[in-house]
């Protein structure tokens, strides 16, 4: 149970995320980290089980890291994207599924790109896009708000007021929310703030 969210502008991409991690009905936990960084340009967030979350995105971002030392140079956004849709389809073809969403938000010389990458392994590419049990709420926010031409710090407050909006109605969403936009220099900034 969370919320997460991406927004894609012609500035870079913004991603947010509540910091609640519940088991069942129970708040476990109230500063969780929701987004991962796989290096200066892209990012990763997560909803589903965390372990299986944490585990695909740490295989992910190792198996980049491989990739692009034997190339001499670093993979895309897109070839990132499908790295972890990869990891997904693979555990699923094996009976033991990775129950996780990810959001893959980065930027790369061919602009900024979101993807999602759901259970199955399947890939999408978004403007805009959301996980987790605040999601149909947070998709209400983004569909009435997003527009061509936003501004990254536009991209910024919409993601935000996307995951305040689900922290308002999901109760598996809440404890303050995280941002992290990504600049089309490769620059990311994190702000973190409590409710």
Same mark, same amino acid.
């Given at each position: 149970?969370?919320?997460?969210?991406?927004? +894609?502008?012609?500035?870079?991409?913004?991603?947010?995320?509540?910091?609640?991690?519940?088991?069942? *009905? *129970?708040? @476990?936990?109230?500063?969780?980290?929701?987004?991962?960084?796989?290096?200066?340009?892209?990012?990763?967030?997560?909803?589903?089980?965390?372990?299986?979350?944490?585990?695909?995105?740490?295989?992910?971002?190792?198996?980049?890291?491989?990739?692009?030392?034997?190339?001499? !140079?670093?993979?895309?956004? +897109?070839?990132?994207?499908?790295?972890?849709?990869?990891?997904?389809?693979? =555990?699923?073809?094996?009976?033991?599924? !990775? !129950?996780?969403?990810?959001?893959?938000? @980065?930027?790369?010389?061919? =602009?900024?790109?979101?993807?999602?990458?759901?259970?199955?392994?399947?890939?999408?590419?978004?403007? !805009?896009?959301?996980?987790?049990? =605040?999601?149909?709420?947070?998709? &209400?926010?983004?569909?009435? &708000?997003? +527009?061509?031409?936003?501004?990254?710090?536009?991209?910024?407050?919409?993601?935000?007021?996307?995951?305040?909006?689900?922290?308002?109605?999901?109760? =598996?969403?809440?404890?303050?929310?995280?941002?992290?936009?990504?600049?089309?220099?490769?620059?990311?900034?994190?702000?973190?703030?409590?409710?």
């Amino acid at each position: 149970m969370t919320t997460i969210v991406a927004v +894609k502008s012609g500035e870079g991409v913004a991603l947010a995320s509540d910091r609640r991690a519940s088991k069942g *009905f *129970f708040v @476990g936990s109230k500063d969780v980290q929701k987004i991962y960084p796989l290096d200066d340009s892209i990012s990763v967030a997560m909803s589903g089980l965390m372990s299986d979350a944490e585990y695909v995105i740490k295989l992910a971002k190792a198996e980049r890291k491989l990739i692009g030392l034997r190339r001499n !140079f670093p993979l895309s956004v +897109k070839e990132t994207a499908k790295l972890i849709s990869n990891i997904a389809y693979s =555990g699923m073809r094996s009976y033991q599924p !990775f !129950f996780a969403d990810l959001l893959v938000a @980065g930027v790369d010389p061919q =602009g900024a790109h979101i993807y999602a990458a759901d259970i199955s392994g399947s890939l999408t590419t978004e403007n !805009f896009a959301s996980s987790g049990s =605040g999601s149909p709420l947070a998709y &209400g926010v983004l569909e009435g &708000g997003y +527009k061509e031409g936003i501004s990254l710090d536009e991209a910024k407050q919409l993601a935000e007021k996307a995951v305040r909006a689900a922290m308002e109605r999901d109760p =598996g969403s809440g404890n303050g929310v995280v941002t992290v936009t990504i600049s089309l220099n490769g620059s990311a900034t994190v702000s973190k703030e409590a409710n």
